[in-house]
């Protein structure tokens, strides 16, 4: 069984940064891309950003590209999600979700572990 934790959300304004993080315990996750995913209320969980376990290969929605960095740290499984840019419209509850990497990495069905969610709100 794997646990993954997120940390780092809060309030912030518009144009603003955050960092997000999803640290794995339990059973060792060497051979799963972790990904993050956020659902504002009333939508969707929808993606965000993947990336490989080796770090090689990296994702991003047309939504958050240019804006947001994702890397990790295999050392202590931790993975980052650094937010830069805020707007208004990425308030939303962000998820970190780890599994094998596969072409349809963008359906939530694909990952095996799921954190709790980690609420991050941007005023204007």
């Known amino acids: 069984q794997v646990v993954l934790v997120e940390s780092g959300g809060g309030l912030v304004q518009r144009g603003g940064s955050l960092r997000l993080s999803c640290t794995a315990s339990g059973r060792a996750i060497r051979d799963h891309a972790l990904a993050w995913f956020r659902q504002a209320p009333g939508n969707e969980r929808e993606f965000v950003s993947l990336?490989?376990?080796?770090?090689?290969?990296?994702y991003y929605s047309e939504a958050v590209q240019g804006r947001f960095t994702i890397f990790r740290e295999n050392v202590d499984d931790t993975v980052y999600l650094q937010m830069s840019s805020l707007k208004v419209e990425d308030t939303a509850v962000y998820y970190c979700?780890?599994?094998?990497?596969?072409?349809?990495?963008?359906?939530?069905?694909?990952?095996?572990?799921w954190g709790q969610g980690t609420q991050v709100t941007v005023s204007s």
């Open positions: 979700a780890a599994g094998y990497l596969r072409s349809n990495f963008k359906n939530t069905d694909v990952y095996d572990y």
């Open positions: 990336i490989s376990w080796t770090g090689n290969s990296k």
